[in-house]
Structures are given as C-alpha cells and as structure tokens.
C-alpha cells in the first residue's frame, strides 16, 4: 500500500517569503500522480497543483511550484511571494496510475501560518 | 460550471440511528469518491462509484454504504451511529477515465457530530 509523509505538522512564513513543504511518499508503482490540496478555514478543500510521474518537469502554477524527486520519492510544495490567503492546511495526496480507480492517498497536513 | 455540492452542510445525530448524506459531482463527471475526515486519522478514502458501479472500497466496516445514480450523484450511509463517527465527510468529483483529466474536486463537507 502507498502512504505519503509530510513530516512538518506546522510551518510559518512572512508575508511576501518564500517557503517549502515537504512531502514524501512510499511506492512500488512507477505510474501515479501527485497532488496538493490546500484547506482554508473553510474546510473547502482546494487543488493547487499536480504532477505526473513519467513527467520530468516540475509543475508550476502561478506562485505555486514543485520540486519532483522521483527516485527520492519526494515531492515538496513552493510557495513564493507568500500571501495572508495562503495560510491554510495543505495536504499532499498520491494517485495510483492504473485505470481501476481514483482513490487518493493524503499525508497527515502541514498547518501554514502566514505572519503580516 | 457549478461546483461539486454536498447536503446537508452540518448534522447532528444520535448515536444508533443512521444517517444518509449526498453529493452532486460536477455536471459531465461520472466519478465520486468520499473521505472522511477527523482530526486523529486524517483523511481517509472510503469509497468510490463510477458509472453506478462501486468501483473502490477503503478499509471501514459494513456500517458505511453508498450508491450512485444514473444522474451521478451519490448517496452515503452510515448506519448504527457511533460517536467515533464524528468527522467531516468530504465528497470529490472527478472525470473518472482511464485517460483522464484525473484532478479531484472537492466539495464543501457535510459535517456529522454524533451524540
């Protein structure tokens, strides 16, 4: 069975830095996926980015970025220019690359506080 | 296009009785997937329907159930409440094909307190 770790339970940043978290996973498979959610306050979950396995190239979106280190199993979350809306939980969730499902895989969260 | 929904947004049950709750997926998406979430184990896959066919099941007891229509959306049960219930049941839409587009979106939660 897979599982994903995100080994930092809370991080904070200043407004306007930069700042990483950290993900890892376990897997025997060589095709999947990689996600990361974002959960505000709200408790609405939000997708941030993804990333392919058979891609080499780190996804971006806007401020967003991975860094994917496949044969490290890792796969960290970049948030630059950091925002007051961008404090929220993140999860990091893994999907199996074979066609029978769409179940996901989270990590236990990293609280994000961003300081003013 | 309208998100995916979720009803209702907040119950409160007793324990022993049942509880149904529904999810509209995203107009065209055939897949839906729930999780419930507590703040002890985290976010937890319970099962997944595509084209009114159970397609994946997560490791909870029978007590749990759900089925969709040919609309799409989706119902879940939980029968004989316990307090360990309690959590926040999260509901995700996704295309659900084999060549994608393989992104989950969430809806809003329903969130179940058990008394």
């Known amino acids: 069975a897979q599982t994903v770790t995100q080994s930092q339970p809370e991080m904070s940043v200043q407004e306007a830095e930069t700042v990483t978290l950290s993900c890892t996973y376990d897997?025997?498979?060589?095709?999947?996926?990689l996600f990361w959610y974002k959960q505000p306050p709200s408790r609405q979950m939000i997708l941030v980015i993804r990333?392919?396995?058979?891609?080499?190239q780190n996804a971006t979106e806007n401020r967003f970025s991975v860094n994917f280190q496949k044969a490290a199993k890792s796969f960290s979350l970049k948030i630059s220019d950091s925002q007051l809306g961008d404090a929220a939980m993140y999860f990091c969730?893994?999907?199996?690359?074979?066609?029978?499902?769409?179940?996901?895989?989270f990590g236990k969260g990293t609280k994000l506080s961003v300081i003013p | 296009k309208a998100g995916v929904t979720q009803t209702p947004r907040y119950l409160i049950k007793t324990r022993g009785q049942q509880v149904t709750l529904s999810c509209s997926p995203i107009s065209g998406h055939r897949s839906v997937s729930w999780y419930q979430q507590t703040p002890g184990q985290g976010l937890q896959f319970l099962f997944e329907y595509f084209s009114e066919t159970q397609r994946n099941k997560g490791n909870f007891p029978g007590r749990f159930s759900g089925r969709q229509f040919s609309n799409s959306r989706s119902e879940m049960n939980v029968s004989t409440l316990e307090l360990g219930d309690s959590a926040l049941y999260l509901c995700?839409?996704?295309?659900?094909?084999?060549?994608?587009?393989?992104?989950?979106?969430f809806g809003p939660g329903t969130r179940l307190t058990v008394t």
């Open positions: 897997t025997s498979e060589s095709d999947y996926y």
């Open positions: 990333q392919e396995a058979y891609k080499q």
């Open positions: 969730a893994y999907r199996s690359g074979g066609a029978g499902s769409y179940q996901l895989t």
């Open positions: 995700a839409s996704s295309s659900g094909l084999a060549g994608g587009p393989y992104e989950q979106y």
